[in-house]
Every structure is written in structure tokens, then in C-alpha cells.
């Protein structure tokens, strides 16, 4: 039987590759929230025209956004068709299969920026984390950073209740399109609650949880602020990395209340 960390690896891969979110994340453009502009823009001009790696590029929304940084780009992704529909929309964009927990296709020191966006990291057990982060401050240079995105433990998001996904409106034909949409995906979204909640844990400063995202169908990481940057001394980032809230864009100061904010952007440096 597979462990706990094994089927999250399972769930989430097959929550991914699945038709609808594959046509989902192609749609995706722009930036997901300030908080992940404000984070981008600010090292923008410390890696300006250097290597890229663009880990979890997904559909390809950050590929024009990290390019009008540096053409040195590199993307990749653990999921086939994410790649496939990548290359669709960026035939010329250096985009392949890989996994983040395993860079050893790339030599040390190649990279002066490593991002790991939209929660990515997120997606992988406690021990699978480390071994992003060892490899990501593996691959940068001296001086690099490593940009990325987890979910707040102390956030609102945590702990999400079930939830159908059924938003009203006033107009009569949207709302007819919407409640048979709900209909349809509520067997399997109740189904999906009910099975992989059963592997919700909780521990010194992070959870593992079902969330509501694709019909309750992914079990994530959630973090505290405080445990992240523990993390990072570890696979040996500075100790003092720079974190920006997805509400507003604004730096999180030491001790500060952040209870509002669903996730965080961390700029950590090598």
C-alpha cells in the first residue's frame, strides 16, 4: 500500500494532468496576485539578463513575464501535458519535462534566479520540500535567489471546509450554466473530501491538507512564516530572506500579524 507522503504525490500529480486543469492553467496570464509582482519586480534588475529556471511552468503564464527579465530562460514541469500545452502557446521557449526535486540535469551554480510560483513547492511532502530547496540553492550562483511562493498554516485557506464551488449571480442563464456545473462535479467533489482528508496532518509548523482547488482534489503544504525561513537556513539560504504578502504586495515585517494573508512570496538568497 502506498504511504501517506506517496499517494500526495499521486493525488496531486493526477489533480494536475487531468483535461480541465490542463486547459485551466493554459488560460492562466498575468501576474496571480500583487504580492507576486511586487516580489518579481523586486529583484528584476538584480538578475537582469542572467540565467533563468523556471521551475513548475505549468501552462506557461510566467513564461512572457520571467523572458522581459532575461532570454536565458529555462522552464520545466513534472507534468507531460502541461509541457505539451507550454510549448503550444511558446513553440520558441526552452521548456521540458522535470522535477524539482531532482535538478541534476543542470550543474551547480547555473542560475542567478530559481522560481518556484503559484504555490508549487507546495505540492510535495515535508521531505521532498527539503530536497527542492537543497537543489535550488544548489543550481544558483553565489549571490542567487531563489523565488517562490507556500501556503500561510495561519491563513485563511487552512483547514478548508468542503466546499462545491457554487458562486451565484443575477443573471438567469449564468446561474442555470452554474448549477448544473455544481451538480455535475458534486459527487466528485464530495468524494474527493472525504477520501483525502483522511490524510490531513499536523505538525510543529506546517500541515499537509486537502484543499478545496480542483474539487477538494489536491492535498498541499501549508507553512508558517517562521518554519520557512528554518527551512531555508537549512539547505543554506541566507537567514533573513524578504516575504510579501498575495493581498496587497506589501513586506511582511518580523512579528507581524498575518493571519489575513492565504500565502506568501519569499525572495531567498544564497
Excluded at 493525488?11 to 494532468?17: K, L
Excluded at 496570464?29 to 538584480?46: K, L, V
Excluded at 446561474?175 to 483525502?196: D, G, M, S
Excluded at 524578504?242 to 512579528?255: F, N, S
Aim: hydrophobic share 40%.
Amino acid at each position: 500500500m502506498p504511504s501517506a507522503s506517496d499517494l500526495m504525490d499521486q493525488i496531486n500529480r493526477e489533480a494536475w494532468r487531468a483535461r480541465d486543469s490542463v486547459k485551466w492553467f493554459r488560460t492562466l496570464e498575468g501576474w496571480t496576485d500583487p504580492g507576486e509582482q511586487a516580489a518579481t519586480q523586486r529583484i528584476a534588475a538584480e538578475v537582469k539578463d542572467q540565467p533563468v529556471l523556471d521551475i513548475g511552468v505549468g501552462g506557461g503564464r510566467t513564461v512572457p513575464l520571467l523572458r522581459e527579465i532575461s532570454q536565458d530562460y529555462t522552464a520545466i514541469d513534472y507534468t507531460p501535458e502541461l509541457v505539451a500545452a507550454c510549448l503550444e502557446k511558446y513553440p520558441d521557449a526552452r521548456v521540458s519535462d522535470g522535477d524539482a526535486r531532482d535538478l541534476s540535469r543542470f550543474a551547480d551554480a547555473s542560475f542567478a534566479l530559481v522560481v518556484f510560483s503559484f504555490n508549487g513547492i507546495d505540492a510535495v511532502n515535508p521531505q521532498d520540500r527539503m530536497k527542492v530547496l537543497l537543489e535550488a540553492h544548489r543550481v544558483l550562483r553565489p549571490e542567487g535567489i531563489f523565488l517562490f511562493s507556500a501556503h500561510n498554516q495561519r491563513g485563511p485557506g487552512h483547514g478548508e471546509h468542503l466546499k462545491l464551488g457554487f458562486y451565484p449571480t443575477r443573471n438567469p442563464f449564468k446561474l442555470a450554466w452554474r448549477v448544473l456545473r455544481t451538480l455535475k462535479n458534486a459527487v466528485r467533489t464530495i468524494a474527493n473530501y472525504r477520501r483525502y482528508s483522511r490524510l490531513n496532518q499536523r505538525a510543529d509548523g506546517y500541515s499537509i491538507m486537502n484543499a478545496a482547488a480542483h474539487n477538494h482534489g489536491i492535498v498541499i503544504h501549508y507553512i508558517t512564516i517562521e518554519k520557512q525561513c528554518e527551512q531555508l537556513a537549512a539547505a543554506g539560504f541566507r537567514a533573513d530572506p524578504e516575504i510579501y504578502g498575495e493581498l496587497d504586495g506589501r513586506r511582511i515585517g518580523p512579528g507581524e500579524d498575518t493571519s489575513r494573508y492565504m500565502w506568501f512570496h519569499f525572495i531567498a538568497r544564497k
